[in-house]
């Protein structure tokens, strides 16, 4: 079994000049996730989200901080050990899927092991299994135009797991996808990192996403701002979860208003001395957590 690694950010700081424009897209971020979980990155645009996945995944450079996989350092990593640590290592699964036209299915998931060298007739084994688990059996001569976009969003799955990594990130995987592809997508990298290990993390802005995965991190204008768990999330999303998010806003809405209500309890409590200053301290931390989340979600949605 392919075991995953911890994947840690330290400090994180990513800086991006034009000119005498400087953007700070990352302040100083620190992050962990463990094998065998998946782990949601939420935030609004711009957040830094994005960014987060290119400095963890070594496909850029943070302009302070360190990167470790397991006890690796990857951030001083350069060149070609860098460009084969990636291919052997990390899988990449892109909003913008990046699929190769010309090519079949088929051929589209061999080229990543014909880069790392692997004989013709183990990257063909290793392809059709890979298709088959991704839902895309039969469709192995299809080329990427005559695939739906669920299909080739779990083409572009089976890509990144071709030299079997150990680490697989996820850019918005389901951004335009429909609610079955997108069911079908999280399920599959759900299933990688509990059943395979490996260690998966997703940024999205998709509240049915979030709710599957082992941990949320959130973050607003490149700074870390909580790490909750998606239990917070459930009893919100509960009414819309087999459906369409219509309505959703409403519901977050009604329960950040009951969460306001809450606090204000806990407060009055406490001035009633009902209540111990620790005890309400506790409980505020989980309903901000709480509150955070949801406005969070509210924000993603449009609401």
């Known amino acids: 079994m392919t075991r995953g690694v911890v994947v840690r950010g330290v400090n994180l700081i990513k800086v991006y000049r034009k000119g005498h424009l400087e953007v700070q897209a990352l302040r100083g971020v620190t992050v962990e996730f463990e094998p065998g979980t998946i782990t949601a990155v939420m935030g609004p645009s711009g957040s830094g989200k994005t960014t987060l996945l290119n400095l963890l995944g070594g496909i850029d450079k943070p302009t302070g901080g360190m990167v470790f996989h397991g006890d690796k350092r990857i951030?001083?990593?350069?060149?070609e050990d860098l460009d084969r640590y990636r291919l052997l290592n990390v899988g990449f699964v892109f909003q913008v899927f990046n699929l190769i036209p010309t090519l079949s299915a088929l051929e589209n998931v061999e080229l990543p092991m014909a880069l790392a060298g692997k004989p013709k007739q183990e990257r063909r084994a290793k392809a059709l299994e890979l298709l088959e688990l991704v839902g895309l059996k039969g469709r192995e001569d299809h080329r990427p135009g005559e695939l739906s976009g669920g299909e080739q969003q779990r083409l572009a799955i089976?890509?990144?797991?071709?030299?079997?990594p150990p680490i697989i990130f996820a850019d918005e995987p389901t951004a335009e996808l429909d609610y079955d592809n997108a069911k079908v997508v999280i399920d599959l990298l759900v299933r990688?990192?509990?059943?395979?290990n490996r260690t998966v993390v997703v940024t999205t802005h998709d509240p049915r996403v979030a709710i599957r995965t082992d941990k949320i991190i959130r973050l607003e204008d490149g700074v870390l701002k909580g790490v909750y768990a998606p239990t917070q999330l459930e009893e919100t999303l509960q009414p819309t979860r087999h459906g369409s998010l219509s309505g959703l806003a409403e519901v977050i809405r009604a329960r950040i208003a009951r969460i306001n209500e809450e606090i204000e309890i806990l407060e009055a409590r406490v001035r009633e001395g009902?209540?111990?200053l620790k005890e309400a301290v506790e409980r505020y931390i989980k309903l901000k957590k709480a509150r955070d989340a949801l406005e969070d979600?509210?924000?993603s949605i449009g609401g």
Do not use: F, R
């Open 75 to 79: 951030d001083v990593m350069e060149g």
């Open 192 to 196: 990688l990192a509990h059943e395979e």
């Open 158 to 164: 089976a890509i990144a797991l071709a030299n079997d």
């Open 297 to 299: 979600l509210l924000a």
């Open 274 to 276: 009902k209540l111990s």
